[in-house]
């Protein structure tokens, strides 16, 4: 009688083969959960960006005496509004393009901002973090809506930054609209 010691090749390539299955599942599992991690980050800060925004200027609009009317909402958005608060002091939205480090566009990737001018401070309303910040686009903007009272439609459309659009990978980019109507309150 022979005492058998160790493992035969078939037993040992039906292990081998079992363990790579296991190990190439566990390995999509980990990629998938990753990206839907990175999907949700992104979404989240579109979605962050834009409620801010729409909420600054809808606080600061139905705060104000006045404001300039902008363009026809059947002419299209106007890139820009001023806004007069009750100390008759003006605050400017506008909707620029900047580069990365959040000057002025001259050359390379550029990304487009909406910012609050106030008392000659200047504050990004959006992250312009070329990667992981939002890009505002191009059909953002203000437009009036009625005359008697000011009602003003603001639209915004956010999607990630411009370098994370330019990835191959399609899952990862994502575009949110925020539009809201709003009532000036105060007297001109």
Do not use: W
């Amino acid at each position: 009688m022979m005492n058998k010691r160790g493992f035969t090749l078939v037993e040992l390539l039906v292990t081998v083969s079992v363990l790579l299955i296991a190990v190439g599942i566990a390995g999509d599992l980990i990629i998938s959960v990753i990206r839907s991690y990175n999907k949700t980050r992104i979404l989240q800060e579109i979605e962050q960006n834009g409620n801010y925004t729409i909420a600054k200027i809808t606080h600061d609009f139905k705060n104000a005496i006045g404001a300039t009317a902008p363009t026809d909402c059947s002419s299209g958005a106007s890139p820009q509004i001023t806004i007069s608060d009750s100390d008759n002091e003006d605050i400017t939205y506008s909707i620029e393009t900047r580069n990365g480090s959040g000057g002025a566009c001259s050359s390379g990737t550029c990304t487009t901002v909406m910012t609050r001018t106030y008392n000659g401070v200047e504050e990004i309303m959006t992250n312009y973090d070329l990667r992981d910040g939002v890009d505002l686009a191009e059909s953002a903007g203000f437009c009036t809506v009625s005359d008697d009272p000011l009602t003003v439609k603001i639209e915004l459309t956010l999607t990630n930054g411009p370098d994370s659009l330019n990835s191959n990978s399609k899952s990862l980019q994502a575009r949110t609209s925020f539009d809201t109507i709003v009532q000036l309150r105060g007297v001109n």
